[in-house]
């Protein structure tokens, strides 16, 4: 649990000595294709001190539609600092920004192409995905937005300066997309850089589909990787290649959050909408949460930080620290 005090203070600015850098503000991570090994290496946990973060879901679910470049610009607005957004394919191979698996719910597909037999986001192409109206939905006020391209989402998220969850969607319809999303994350060097020791993660990789976690790892094995769902108990010394496992925030308690910390995971539970719900996860000692709502997010971690501090030091316990992998 963070239970946060003045002496935190003073072991947090230690830490942040001792971590620093002598020069760059962040450390390249060297990833080439060469051979894949048939596990992931076990990763290498040592202490660091990252924030509290409200990671801001499908860019800024909550203020603008979903997966847009619109979407990004309003999480930045918001304060946001790190965003999660959805991968998936095009028939023609294309990785666009999209969560579920049809076109019906986010865009005007039935309207714009009529009696098509399927709607699924593998069967259009990305010529016939540009047609789309992907912001009228939401709001008349997004009318005319996209659904961008993960290249024009990358270069967007770093003209804005947002770290990134990226989340491989539905990966058992796009066979090897993986591979995809490491080239065009090589192709962008600057993914493949850790921030500090004591700011957010730059890049987390995750996905509902463990195994493509896996392989995903095994392609990039420098960048953090996250499980999505509830790993059980019993499971969780099988996952040590891995950085964070992110559940359900209605399916953790506090003895879940500190059997993961001992493990050396880091936990960001999804989607946490309500302050009731955010105070919940932040008091069980969760590193984050992932929300629609990013400025309702750090308004609850300011508030969650303020009141423990408050407490004197014979009134603070402080917790294991959150691994840094």
């Not at 230690?14 to 002598?22: D, E, K, R, Y």
């Not at 990305?126 to 047609?131: K, N, T, V």
Request: hydrophobic residues 40%; proline residues 7%; contains cysteine.
């Amino acid at each position: 649990m963070h239970r946060i005090g003045i002496v935190v203070g003073v072991v947090s600015l230690a830490i942040v000595v001792l971590c620093a850098p002598s020069a760059a503000s962040v450390t390249p991570l060297p990833d080439s294709p060469g051979t894949i090994a048939e596990k992931p290496a076990t990763v290498r946990h040592v202490a660091s001190q990252r924030p509290l973060l409200a990671v801001s879901h499908r860019g800024a679910a909550g203020h603008a539609p979903e997966n847009t470049l619109a979407g990004l610009d309003a999480a930045r607005r918001l304060g946001a600092e790190t965003v999660e957004i959805d991968v998936q394919r095009t028939k023609d191979g294309e990785l666009v920004l999209l969560h579920d698996v049809t076109l019906t719910r986010t865009t005007d597909a039935e309207k714009v192409f009529p009696g098509r037999s399927s709607y699924l986001v593998a069967d259009f192409t990305l010529a016939e995905i540009r047609r789309l109206d992907a912001g009228s939905w939401f709001s008349s006020a997004y009318a005319g937005e996209r659904v961008p391209t993960l290249s024009e989402a990358l270069r967007r998220l770093e003209s804005l300066d947002l770290n990134l969850f990226l989340e491989i969607k539905e990966p058992a319809r796009h066979p090897g997309i993986e591979r995809d999303i490491a080239r065009e994350l090589r192709a962008r060097s600057i993914w493949l850089k850790h921030n500090r020791p004591w700011e957010p993660r730059r890049l987390i990789v995750q996905s509902f589909d463990w195994e493509v976690v896996r392989s995903s790892k095994l392609i990039l094995p420098s960048v953090p990787h996250a499980l999505l769902g509830r790993v059980p108990e019993s499971r969780v010394p099988d996952f040590t290649w891995a950085h964070m496992i992110n559940p359900n925030h209605a399916t953790i308690d506090a003895a879940y959050v500190d059997l993961l910390h001992e493990h050396g995971f880091e936990i960001m539970p999804y989607t946490v909408n309500t302050r009731a719900a955010m105070d919940t996860v932040l008091f069980k000692g969760v590193d984050g949460f992932i929300t629609d709502y990013p400025d309702a997010g750090q308004r609850a971690i300011r508030d969650f930080l303020a009141r423990n501090a408050k407490k004197t030091p014979t009134e603070v316990t402080l917790p294991l620290l959150p691994a840094l992998h």
